[in-house]
T-cell receptor, first 114, second 113 residues
Framework: SQQGEEDPQALSIQEGENATMNCSYKTSINNLQWYRQNSGRGLVHLILIRSNEREKHSGRLRVTLDTSKKSSSLLITASRAADTASYFCATAPLSNFGNEKLTFGTGTRLTIIP | DTAVSQTPKYLVTQMGNDKSIKCEQNLGHDTMYWYKQDSKKFLKIMFSYNNKELIINETVPNRFSPKSPDKAHLNLHINSLELGDSAVYFC????????????FGPGTRLTVT
């Protein structure tokens, strides 16, 4: 099964509304990251939250992390048509051997309706 | 001033052929990656190089061979292409190890017929 699983798989909202997507993971982490992927493009890093942080903001993005529940949420406020994309969470492991890798979730497809 | 670039963007080829995808980054990062994204958008790491040294080699058929001539370049050569190799391949780079934020290229859509 996936290390990270996003919920919901797909979300459609009206422009101007807030969008919330969730990510659950299974193992202990060093940090959790959120990425955006527009159709036909590469992933773009949005925000990184460390395991000792509970909340982080970047512009219209707000990320929370609950390590006790092994879950994170991404909130996009005042959504815009340009926010239409797939959003992925990715977890970085605790190990420090130099061979760490990000494990990506299954993604949430967000559609903003103008 | 593209950060991570890949060529070609599209690649259509027949089964059994050999093909290469090239990747270059100008971010000064010392770690580079190849990912495969399937039709369901699932992204899976294939290889990772740090300072030209292979550090991650996932369970990938040995028909796939990465090569890193220097820190800024990571190429992927695929021998004897199969239908199941059809996917989008992404190159990425990061500072130091895989814990850090990664910067992705635009992807190469490989279609094997």
């Amino acid at each position: 099964s996936q290390q990270g699983e996003e919920d919901p798989q797909a979300l459609s909202i009206q422009e101007g509304e807030n969008a919330t997507m969730n990510c659950s993971y299974k193992t202990s982490i060093n940090n959790l990251q959120w990425y955006r992927q527009n159709s036909g493009r590469g992933l773009v890093h949005l925000i990184l939250i460390r395991s000792n942080e509970r909340e982080k903001h970047s512009g219209r993005l707000r990320v929370t992390l609950d390590t006790s529940k092994k879950s994170s949420s991404l909130l996009i406020t005042a959504s815009r048509a340009a926010d239409t994309a797939s959003y992925f969470c990715a977890t970085a492991p605790l190990s420090n051997f130099g061979n760490e890798k990000l494990t990506f979730g299954t993604g949430t497809r967000l559609t903003i309706i103008p | 001033d593209t950060a991570v670039s890949q060529t070609p963007k599209y690649l259509v080829t027949q089964m059994g052929n050999d093909k290469s995808i090239k990747c270059e980054q100008n971010l000064g990062h010392d770690t580079m990656y190849w990912y495969k994204q399937d039709s369901k958008k699932f992204l899976k790491i294939m290889f990772s190089y740090n300072n030209k040294e292979l550090i991650i080699n996932e369970t990938v058929p040995n028909r796939f061979s990465p090569k890193s001539p220097d820190k800024a370049h990571l190429n992927l050569h695929i021998n004897s292409l199969e239908l199941g190799d059809s996917a989008v391949y992404f190159c990425a780079s990061s500072h130091s190890t895989g814990r850090y934020e990664q910067y992705f290229g635009p992807g190469t859509r490989l279609t094997v017929t």
